[in-house]
């Protein structure tokens, strides 16, 4: 049994500072066990989301070492014991108090978002067909786990604040999993131009690289999404064709 | 008085797993306000942590299925003591249940024609859960979360609830605080739901977080309700048992129902060592055709790793007290074996369980596609809980309702895996359309302030206590006594010193004190939660010391065997008029002959 320190940021709204905990470290332990017992031992107040502590419902996002993570999958063997371990909230969203962070812009956005809107069922029991290889895609996006790791990575939000005219990786992946899913009949792309922002994304692909699910955000997700707003606003072609349809139609 | 924060709802849903979720939004397509707490984040709450699949009668894999082998598989695996009108309904309602989901946006794993695709599970019969790969219960909550917050329901996050609050005998809201300032609320509303899940946090051991302190079966025990066969605990089989950090997370049953196998260290499938009576002309009595059977042969019969949990976990700690067990006290699961029948394993394995491989590479740096895994008995599941009637959900408090794992009746003494998903759509749907209509029919009632004052009081005292006891501590103490005294293997001993341990311990609860102040402070929160947990602890040893028999999950090696006298009564805790918990026993309601006959033909 060896002894590790860990800087945790203290503090709420009105400001903190990181304060220095030792404790005992033992084999296979993650961040999470050692904030944890922290909390158990020396700062019962300490706050921090957790549930599952197996890297499925995504509540203990926080930056370790500076670098956004899951604390439940991070062991602490992947990190230098001999310094400290800092342990800090995400930053792209205000504190509330210690590792806690105000998330519900998310579940903000995530309600304007159209729903999904299936087409008539295939078969008179009111049932669908769909062949797996058409919804691989969709399924991995659909293990998003919701941990906002992307959001709190990416720069239009991170540095930039553009919360009112930006919804981030975490909703265009949803926007994604609803445009990609074979039963789906909305049509989302001019919000996704619009009101959600899609061109501030400039592709430099950092929240894929912190999805705990390993998701291809940018490439499977966003960079499509792209393509079918060009297509849809600016392919002269694709303009008129729907200019046809529309007429056809009324 | 002083004042409170006061939200008014038609229906009051406390909980925003499956259940809930599943609940508020059947009420609020009734056309009621619906109001809806959560513990944590929405979209957080255990369902997500639900692996392996749905159990519904789909027949989309084996046409051979149906509503009554369904019926009759689950009440072969509650041991017969299960209500049979919620193990009808469920049986019957649970295929359309999982059809909704689909429209509703979930997208399940696929059959070869375009269909839902099914798999197999411990005590099914056939294939029959419906998955999507081992995240299922993420699929079904985030499908209810989406759908649901179109539908105009009031979310509160990061809110527990303290007590309910009655008028006469009708309950008509709930009291308690918000995480974030740490402020009190009232929740007034003509029908309340308890959704809260399990208990999970009264053990040691256990796939349950933080947040499963049986708040809602204690919160339904002070109000008035009774509590149903509290002493059936699953212990989930297979949970991680090294590295210990991560002890007790859970391995799902979907690892041997796509194959795997377990052995001790010898190398022996023990679990072809005994095989109970009333399975085998069910399961498999060689290797090849337990291999037959998952890879999807309709003749063979299914390998014993696919018995019902209790026996499993059983059989797992016999190996392991009888030095059989493997290096860090568990036995051994292997799905890396099929390399050796399929030439493409490796895939297939990542492919069925991306979750599993994800988590024991991350987690105990081992690749379950090469080798073994240890997995030994986890505290997963309570069968027991609030006595509910079986077509509406309500409890026998007027106005309150209860659904999913804190509600008792659909899995007897031992749930099969897979029903508990289907459970929390059929009943959560239930108990979501009888509270609107109960709703409708009531105004809403008085809320007395005086008693939300003291609880209100009571709930602040820790913080007067600064140099009191710390709560994490007693949790501490608290599950270890359960752990040990009431776990997998029991005796009337052991539990009666439970018994005093726990009385000691409600004497600790009035001395916690607390460091910091109201605002997301989980010292307090945990002192809170403590009350619930030693209520739950409680009813859960009482109703293990009535119950003087072996049975299900029950395992009493002070009274090894079924007693038929004990196989017609359910357990029933409540609390008496002078405060004390009272126990007793009453006769299973009588099963009609078109069911007894279902049963007779599935033997």
Partial sequence: ?250 | MAEYETHEHDVLIIGAGGAGLRAAIEASAAGVSVGLVCKSLLGKAHTVMAEGGIAAALANVDERDNWKVHFADTMRGGQYVNNWRMAELHAKEAPDRVRELEAWGAVFDRTKDGRILQRNFGGHKYPRLAHVGDRTGLEMIRTLQDHGVHQGIDVHMEQTILSLLKDGERVVGAFGYERERGRFKIFRAKAVVLATGGIGRAYKITSNSWEYTGDGHALAYEAGAELLDMEFIQFHPTGMVWPPSVMGILVTEGVRGDGGILTNKKGRRFMFDDIPENYRTQTADNEEEGWRYCQGDKNARRPPELLTRDHVSRCIVREVKEGRGSPHGGVFLDISWIKKKLPNAEEYIKRKLPSMYHQFKQLADIDITREPMEVGPTTHYIMGGVRVDPDTQMSRVAGLFAAGECAAGINGANRLGGNSLSDLLVFGKRAGEFAAKFAKENSLGNVDNAKVDVAAREALAPFEQSRGENPYELQQNLQEIMQDSVGIVRNETEMKSALEHLGKFWQRVKRLGITGNREFNPGWHTALDLKNLLTVSEAITRAALERKESRGAQFREDYPNKDDALGNVNTMVSKAADGSMQVRREPLPEMPDYLKQVIDEMK
């Fill in chain 1, 1 to 250: 049994m060896s002894t590790a320190v860990f800087k945790i940021w203290r503090g709420d709204r009105s400001g903190g500072e990181f304060r220095d905990y030792a404790t005992e470290v033992s084999e296979g332990m993650v961040v999470l066990d050692a904030v944890n017992q922290i909390q158990a031992t020396q700062a019962n107040d300490l706050a921090c989301r957790w549930n599952c502590k197996a890297g499925k419902c995504g509540s203990c996002s926080a930056e370790v070492n500076g670098m956004p993570k899951l604390m439940c999958m991070t062991r602490l063997s992947e990190l230098p014991l001999e310094k400290p371990v800092t342990v800090e909230p995400m930053k792209a969203f205000p504190v509330l108090k210690d590792l806690v962070t105000d998330v519900s812009w998310n579940f903000r956005v995530k309600k304007k978002i159209k729903k999904f809107k299936p087409r008539p069922p295939d078969a008179p029991d009111g049932t669908w067909r769909m062949q797996q290889q058409d919804i691989d895609r969709v399924q991995e996006f659909r293990k998003c786990i919701e941990c906002f790791l992307c959001q709190d990575v990416c720069h239009v939000l991170r540095d930039h604040r553009m919360y009112e005219k930006f919804i981030g990786p975490r909703f265009l992946i949803h926007v994604a999993a609803l445009e990609m899913h074979p039963l789906d009949t909305a049509d989302r792309i001019e919000e996704l131009r619009n009101a959600q922002g899609i061109g501030y994304c400039n592709i430099t692909k950092c929240c894929t690289k912190v999805c705990p699910e390993s998701i291809e955000i940018t490439d499977n997700g966003i960079i499509p999404l792209k393509e079918r707003v060009v297509d849809d606003f600016y392919d002269p072609f694709g303009w008129f064709w729907k200019w046809v349809k529309k007429k056809l139609k009324g």
